[in-house]
C-alpha cells in the first residue's frame, strides 16, 4: 500500500539547476529512504520488459525524516493590507450566483470578525458568536446581489435576486467602536481557508462608510488582466487582491446577455470568477531536500525513489533532465501536457459506465486505491467540479499518481514503451517537455534534425504548435508514435509555471463542454478547444488526425499500394510479411484504443504516402464524434471506413520528412518478441533516416 507522496517545483532541469523536492506521508512514517533513478521501461506487463530502473549516484541519497504536509483545497480570494486596518464603519457589496446546494457552510465573504455564508440555501450572518438567517432562500443558478453594511453599532446583511423577488435582511449588533481591523478579506473561503463556496462572485466593492457615498474605497475589478493571480483594485486604495488555489476566470457575469462570446470584446459582461471548494494550484508543500544536478548526466527520464521506513510501496517522482546542449539529433518531445490533463484520473473509480465506455473490466491498481483515500491531490481534466461544472485548470505542483511506474490510463506509463525501445536500439534522443518548448518555442528545438512524439500528445499549447512548424519550415523532421495527438488546445499559465488551461468548446469527443460564452482560456486570451475547430487540423501538421476510438481489441496494419513507392522504401526494410503489428500489449495489436486517419479535405498534403492501414476493427472501434454530424448507426467500424489508423509518410519540402502512425497502440506493440518484430523495426528505420542529415526531396509537382 501505498504511504508516501511527492512532487517536485519543475519538471524538467539542465545541469545546475536547483530541483526542490516536496514530500508527504502518512502520519505513521517516520523516515524514508531516498535514492535516484534512471527509467525506461515503466510498466511491470508480463510481456513486456518489466520495470527497467537503474541507481544514480546523488547528493540527497540517504534517509530522511518523514512528515505529513496539508493540502488546503478549494479557491478564494484575498485582500491583505494595512488599509484595512481601521474601518469602524463600513459597506460591502457583491453580486454572487451559486451553482451548488448542500448543508456546508459555503462562504461569501469574510474576516477574522464576522462571515456570510450559504448553509441548505439561506444567508447567514455571523459576527461575535451570534448568527442572523435571511428569511428569503437563495435559489441556485441566478444572480443576487448582498450588501454588508456596518453603521458602528449594528451589523446589517441584505440580499435580493436580481431577476425580481422579495429583498430580505438581517442584523447583529456591532461591538462597542465597530470592526476597528480587517487585517484580512477573504472571498469564497472564511479567514482559515475553509468552508469555500461554489459559484460565481462578480463586482466586490468596499466603502468607508455609508453605501455609495462618494467614490468606494475599493473596487475589485473581475475583469481585468484575465491570465494573472493579481486582480487590481480601481478605488482609492489600490488594495490588490490575490487569487488561490487558481478559480476559473473569463467566465459570464451578471451583465452577460449572450450578444458576446468573447471577452475581450466587452469585458464588462465579464466581470466574474468562478470559484470551487475542490480547485487546487498549488499544495504548497515545503522542501524536504533539494537538489542541483550534476554535470555529467545524460538527458533521460530519472526520478527520485522514496521508500517508507516500515514498508509500502515505493513512491517515484519524476524529472526530465535536458542537456546544456543538443547531445543528440532526436529529441523526444515528452507529452506533459497530456500528463497533467490526465493527472489523478479517477473516472475509472467513479463511473458505472467506464466498463461499457472500455469494452472490458477496468483495471484498478494501488495508486487508484490511494486517491480514493486522499481527494485533496487533485483530479483530472476529465471530470467535473462539486457543482457539475467542468474542470479547466490543472497543476503538477501536486503529487501526479498516474505519472509513475505501473499506473494505469496513463500516458506516461506507454511513453515508457517508447523510452525503452530507443534504449535496446541504441537511438540517441535527448528529452524536451511540452512546458520547455512552450516557453522557448523554436529555440528549444535548435540543433535537432528529428523531433519524436510519445503515444499520446492530445494537449497541445499555440506555441508549442507554431514551434513545431517553424522546425519543419527550417527543415526539420517529425516523427509521430501516437494517435489522437494534437487535438486540444491548451494555455499555460503566463505566471505560475506547470498549470495548464482547457476550454472544451464546441464539438469534440469530451467529458464536459465548456458553458456558453467561456470558450475563450482566461490565461492567453485565445478562442479554446479543438485545434480542428480552430482552423488547424492535426492533418497539416502531422499528415493524419484524429478518427476514432475503442479499447477492446487492437488490430493489425496492412501494407496498402503505396508501400512499394521507392520514396517510403526505407521503411520497411527488413520488415517481412503484408501485415505490421499482430501482436501488442495494449489489445493485441498495432492499431487500437484512438486512431487517426488520412484525409486532405482536413490538410493532408496530397503527396503523402498512406503505406499501411488498420482494419478488422470491431463495433466497438467509433467513429469521432465531430464527424458524426447528425446520429446515425454508423458509427462502429464495421460500418464506417473512416475507423481506421493510417500510416502516413509524406516530405515537407524544406528537406526534411514527417512519418505519423496514428495509433495510440503502436508504443505498446514495440516490446513483443523483445524489440524484435514489424513494429519496432519499421520504428527504428523511420527513426534513423529521418534523423540523417540527407534531405528529403520534394516529389515533382508537389506542393508542400
Known sequence: MRRIAGYTDRISARPGDRVGFKVSADPDVARYRADLVRLWCVDDHRDGPGVEEEVVPASFAGDWPARHQPVRLGSAMEVRGAALIGLPRFALRLTFLSTLENDRPQTLAATDQWLVALVSGTLVLEAGGERATLSVPVLPNRWWQLTLACDGTELRLSAGCQDGGRDTSASLPAPPGGFARLPLLTFACDSTGCCCFNGKIASPQLWDGPLAQGASFASWDLSADMGSLQVPDRGTQGLTAYLVNMPLRAVTGPLWDGSVQDWHVNPAHYDAIHFHDDDLGDCGWQDDFTWQVPEGLESGVYAARLLPEGGGDAEYIPLFLRPSTPAADAVFLVSTCTYMAYANYRVMNRSNLYEMYLGQVPEVVDSDLYLNLHPELGDSLYTTHSDGSGMAISSRLRPILNMRPNSTLSAFSDDGWIWSFLRHEGLACDMLTDEDLDREGVAALAGYRLVVTGNHPEYVSTRMWDALLAHRAAGGSLLYLGGNGFYWRVAFHTEVPGVIELRRAEDGSRPWESAPGEYYHAFTGEYGGMWRRCGRPPQTLLGIGFSASG????????????????????????????????????????????????????????????????????????????????????????????????????ETGAGGAVVSTGSIAWAAALPTRRFDNPVARLTANAFRRLSDPAAFPLPDGAVP
Open 551 to 650: 479499447f477492446d481489441i487492437s488490430r493489425p496494419y496492412r501494407r496498402l499500394p503505396a508501400a512499394a513507392d521507392p520514396r517510403a522504401a526505407f521503411l520497411f526494410e527488413g520488415v517481412d510479411g503484408d501485415q505490421i503489428g499482430t501482436e501488442g500489449l495494449a489489445g493485441g495489436g498495432a492499431g487500437g484504443q484512438e486512431i487517426d486517419r488520412y484525409d486532405t479535405a482536413l490538410g493532408s498534403p496530397r503527396h503523402a504516402l498512406v503505406v499501411a492501414r488498420s482494419d478488422g476493427h470491431t463495433e466497438e472501434m467509433m467513429i469521432s464524434k465531430e464527424d458524426m454530424p447528425a446520429a446515425n448507426y454508423m458509427i462502429g467500424a464495421p460500418d464506417n471506413p473512416l475507423c481506421r489508423a493510417d500510416l502516413t509518410f509524406f
